[in-house]
């Protein structure tokens, strides 16, 4: 990153312009996304060549396997980062993903008792997935192909906790609420980030019920949300107290539950708006 900025100084310099004045400080932070941009794509592509090499000298199916794999994520990854900040149209990623996949699927083929390459494999079909949500298109085949590859992963190396993670994270985009919470309370055991995935994904489970009405569920995975912990704001749209305990007064008119909630709130340091206790009041009859 120094580089970058380093390099950016360098060429507003040449243009006349100083980094604090207002067009410096723009142009200064459009170089460096451009450049940093041009720096990642030029380093897969060595990566590309690299891994080409390491395939025509390969010794055995190995280290074949390991070079297909290692090209397909590097495929993969500019085809990802390529989309993701509209440098090339969809003919070109769809080229750029298909090559990814073939290399995978052949180092899968060479070495399927190796956990890396069907993690490698599980990953861009999860990275596929996940852009395609962005835009608004049916991930489901890609996560249901990246979910089988985790398993494998898994299978051949339970302690692998990063995979037990990507697990999480695919039946979470795929709406699968049940195997997301196994896979999250299994990574817990080995990492304890697991717990916050799990404040994530019931606040995420909660919100998706809240949207399609089903105020029950709803309120009942914002409430073990909030027994993890607390949930990431840029994960979960709604805090899971407040939303809680508004659901419970105003939609499932579950009194006590509403109060059980705002107790644990005031106990975890989590405000309630003043209004919503009012209404709480009101509704229920009670002081607290």
Not at 28 to 57: M, N, P, V, Y
Not at 116 to 123: E, G, L, M, P
Not at 214 to 219: G, M, N, Q
């Amino acid at each position: 990153m120094d580089g970058l900025i380093k390099e950016s100084t360098s060429v507003l310099g040449r243009l006349g312009l100083s980094p604090s004045s207002p067009l410096g400080g723009l142009v200064l932070t459009t170089l460096i996304a451009l450049l940093g941009c041009a720096d990642f794509l030029s380093s897969r592509d060595s990566d590309i060549k690299e891994t080409t090499q390491a395939i025509e000298t390969a010794r055995d199916d190995g280290e074949l396997a390991k070079a297909y794999s290692s090209r397909g994520v590097a495929y993969s990854e500019k085809a990802r980062y390529s989309r993701i900040m509209k440098l090339i149209p969809n003919d070109e990623y769809e080229r750029l993903f298909a090559l990814a996949i073939k290399d995978h699927d052949q180092a899968v083929e060479l070495n399927p008792n190796s956990a890396d390459v069907y993690f490698n494999r599980a990953q861009a079909h999860y990275d596929r997935g996940s852009l395609d949500l962005v835009e608004n298109k049916d991930g489901k085949s890609w996560f249901d192909a990246a979910a089988s590859d985790f398993e494998k992963t898994i299978e051949m190396d339970p302690q692998n906790g990063l995979a037990l993670d990507r697990l999480g994270l695919t039946y979470e985009q795929a709406g699968e609420e049940d195997k997301a919470i196994r896979a999250y309370t299994q990574e817990m055991a080995l990492n304890p980030f697991g717990k916050q995935r799990l404040a994530n994904a019931y606040c995420d489970f909660g919100f998706r019920h809240q949207q399609q009405k089903e105020f029950a569920a709803a309120a009942i995975a914002y409430e073990k949300s909030t027994e993890f912990g607390q949930a990431d704001d840029k994960t979960c749209p709604y805090e899971p107290f407040e939303t809680s305990v508004a659901i419970y007064t105003t939609e499932t008119r579950q009194y006590d539950k509403a109060w059980e909630m705002v107790h644990r709130a005031q106990n975890a340091g989590r405000r309630i708006p003043p209004k919503l206790i009012d209404r709480l009041k009101n509704d229920s009859g009670r002081a607290n």
